[in-house]
């Protein structure tokens, strides 16, 4: 691994995004950033074009669907040592790069650096982990949009996302998780660095843990990592929700089967 001092332009942003036509979402993920001028690659998800008034933009139009396959594509066409992912809705700090580049210049031996979000009222988006050293239960805690890492090591260890998972996908989240426990998995030092380096609107996908699609894709993460345990697991996590209030007493025997059967699809697709 090259411990060299990681500087400005070593930083690319890889941007996932569909359907757009124009530059004004990127004109909004750094609007406090001025003379911005980091590569940026975007995965457009579509066959529009889109016209870039700087040249530090590439962007890879393509007919792929799912967001996992989109972060996979951007990861593979990286060019720069350190990559951060990136949502089209995130609006970055006016500090973001220097923070994610202090960080792996002070962690040398860091391989992935997971960093936080704030909401529109300017509260942590959600709760994040205390200790540096992430672990398999941690990484639960993490959106994509915060993960950056060494593009090196991520290739060399073939880290990818599971097309499976994610937005547009068959199982609507876990698509994270997935990724930083194949770079755990894989022996990679991931760590966490409790600062914000954007902002991102507080509805999330991720956190309506009640909701079918979520529980249809937590038990269909279940079976992937721990087999014939994950009905027991799914039962337990059931009763979690129902001790949160995400889900109420009536529904729980239903939310079950929904798990059951994000289990059967995952087993017939594997």
């Given amino acids: 691994m090259n411990k060299a001092a990681i500087k400005n ?20 993920m750094f609007k406090n950033n001025s003379n ?17 008034s700087q040249d530090n933009f590439r962007t890879i139009y393509t007919d792929q669907t799912g967001l996992s396959n989109s972060r996979n594509l951007a990861i593979k066409n990286s060019k720069e040592a350190i990559c951060l992912l990136a949502d089209d809705d995130v609006i970055y700090t006016s500090d973001f790069i220097q ?8 962690n040398i031996n860091a391989d992935v650096i997971t960093f936080q979000a704030i ?5 942590p988006f959600k709760g994040y982990p205390t200790i540096k050293k992430h672990n398999k239960r941690s990484i639960s805690t993490i959106n994509s949009f915060l993960i950056a890492f060494r593009k090196e090591r991520i290739q060399m260890n073939n880290v990818k996302f599971d097309s499976r998972f994610g937005l547009g996908s068959t199982f609507e989240t876990g698509d994270e998780y997935i990724f930083l426990r194949n770079a755990l998995d894989n022996k990679l030092n991931v760590i966490h660095c409790p600062k914000f380096i954007l902002s991102h609107k507080s509805v999330s996908s991720g956190q309506a843990v009640g909701k079918d699609k979520i529980i249809f894709a937590r038990a269909a993460i279940f079976y992937k990592y721990y087999g014939f345990l994950s009905y ?9 929700l129902l001790n949160i209030n995400a ?13 059951l059967k994000g289990i059967k699809k995952y087993k017939s697709m594997s």
């Fill in 247 to 259: 889900i109420n007493f009536v529904e729980l025997f239903f939310k079950y089967n929904i798990g």
């Fill in 232 to 240: 027991i697991k799914l039962f337990h996590h059931i009763l979690l």
């Fill in 99 to 106: 923070i994610i580049l202090n960080a792996f210049n002070k």
């Fill in 36 to 52: 911005f001028n980091n590569p940026v690659l975007i995965i457009n998800q579509s066959k529009k074009k889109i016209d870039f």
């Fill in 9 to 28: 332009d070593n930083l690319e942003i890889l941007v996932s995004t569909k359907d757009q036509n124009n530059d004004n979402f990127i004109h909004k």
């Fill in 119 to 123: 909401n529109e009222l300017g509260t």
